[in-house]
């Protein structure tokens, strides 16, 4: 996916680090990925979910919490509240380029913070919310914290590990952290929910999936991540969620009105990326690009894998027609094509190899799958794939016309 590096500056007046992952297409909506307790943009459910998400024509920001990863800001004396209000921003950023009406998907405690966050980002700006492994209690995240907090209350400071890692937390962070009452703003919530949960999480348990469900009004979903663990270290879990966050958000993040979809050909347009191209058929839309070694994201086929494509599929078409038509036993049709840019032939373009053109072919190998087909079937099979439209089209004499559809005022 292409990748673009953003910052977002919050109300506090430092800068958060983000990475918004951009659809190889046209953008069919936005969402907001806030990661879990003391982790970053980085981990594998932020990477994997937001990457999922764009494949599906969903813009996804997934940015550091306030003194986390490139983020600026201390950590330790942000707590809960600093989370919200680091969402806010992102998410009015977010808005702000791609229109109201976005996703916003929380990881643990940042499953927690999306939904604390919702309302106060604003009418209307908010389509839907997913939590991935989600406390119902904000307090709940102290559990992970290895020091003295009672040395924290009293001093006002104090050191300790948070997952092995050092931090320094003040009583200011322990007094955000503990004034949130997430089931009551739960409770509030007009917007459709998703809650993904694992019945064997060791960190939160699912009774916490529990209480949010049960606090939360429909429409509301939940989705058992059997076997995951909290972090969701294994690649098929991140897979597995990010598919099913993108799925349930097709729902609530409907095709964009603007779209082109023709009556008749296709419609290709620019998308994202350096070769990032989406296509419009009258009822199908999917994506071309370029390989990595050429420059491109490598998310769709080449142009010249679509050429070959056309060649293949109306082959195959064609054959199982016409067998279909002689009733012939015919199983099934195999056909790799490739792309020669530089061929030479003996005599039938010597007319065009004078005047310099460079000849081309296309070359296919077809595979007949069908036991009692006769020697005389599979002859003619063949031949009738030399008559498949495309093919007459490609070795007619094509014309292409180009038109420009608007000018520029002089």
């Not at 419009?280 to 839309?285: A, E, F, G, V, Y």
């Not at 078409?317 to 061929?343: F, N």
């Amino acid at each position: 996916m292409p990748t673009e590096t953003i910052a977002i500056t919050t109300d506090a007046g430092h800068e958060l680090s983000g990475s918004l992952e951009l659809p190889t297409g046209l953008v069919r909506g936005a969402a907001l990925f806030a990661h879990c307790f003391t982790c970053t943009k980085q981990s594998r459910a932020a990477v994997a979910v937001a990457r999922a998400l764009a494949r599906e024509g969903i813009a996804t920001l997934r940015f550091d919490f306030t003194g986390l990863g490139g983020s600026e800001g201390e950590f330790g004396r942000a707590g809960f509240a600093s989370d919200v209000a680091d969402l806010v921003a992102a998410a009015r950023a977010l808005c702000d380029r791609f229109g109201d009406g976005i996703l916003l998907v929380g990881h643990s405690l940042g499953g927690a913070a999306v939904l604390a966050a919702a309302d106060d980002i604003g009418p209307g700006k908010v389509a839907a919310i997913a939590t991935i492994g989600a406390p119902s209690d904000v307090p709940h995240v102290l559990h992970n914290v290895k020091g003295d907090i009672e040395a924290i209350e009293r001093d006002g400071q104090g050191d300790v590990t948070i997952g092995g890692r050092p931090f320094s937390l003040s009583r200011e962070f322990l007094d955000k952290t503990r004034s949130t009452d997430l089931l009551a703003e739960v409770g509030k919530l007009r917007l459709p929910v998703l809650i993904a949960h694992s019945p064997t999480d060791q960190v939160v348990s699912i009774d916490h999936a529990s209480h949010l469900f049960l606090a939360a009004r429909h429409p509301k979903s939940f989705v058992s991540l059997e076997g995951a663990d909290h972090l969701l270290t294994k690649p098929e879990d991140a897979a597995f969620i990010a598919a099913i966050i993108a799925g349930w958000a097709h729902r609530y993040l409907p095709l964009k009105s603007d779209w082109p979809m023709p009556e008749d050909g296709v419609v290709v347009r620019s998308g994202n990326g350096r070769f990032g191209t989406e296509v419009h058929t009258k009822s199908h839309r999917f994506v071309a690009d370029e390989p990595t070694g050429y420059g491109g994201d490598d998310t769709g086929p080449t142009p010249y894998d679509l050429l070959n494509a056309a060649l293949g599929t109306c082959t195959v078409m064609t054959m199982q027609m016409y067998a279909d038509r002689k009733k012939m036993p015919l199983e099934g049709v195999s056909i790799h094509v490739t792309h020669e840019r530089k061929h030479e032939e003996q005599c039938d373009h010597v007319e065009a190899m004078q005047e310099g053109l460079q000849m081309q072919a296309l070359n296919r190998v077809i595979t007949i799958e069908g036991d009692g087909l006769t020697e005389a079937d599979r002859a003619k099979l063949i031949e009738i794939a030399d008559k498949c439209p495309v093919h007459r089209t490609l070795e007619g004499h094509l014309h292409i016309h180009t038109h420009t559809a608007n000018t520029k005022a002089g």
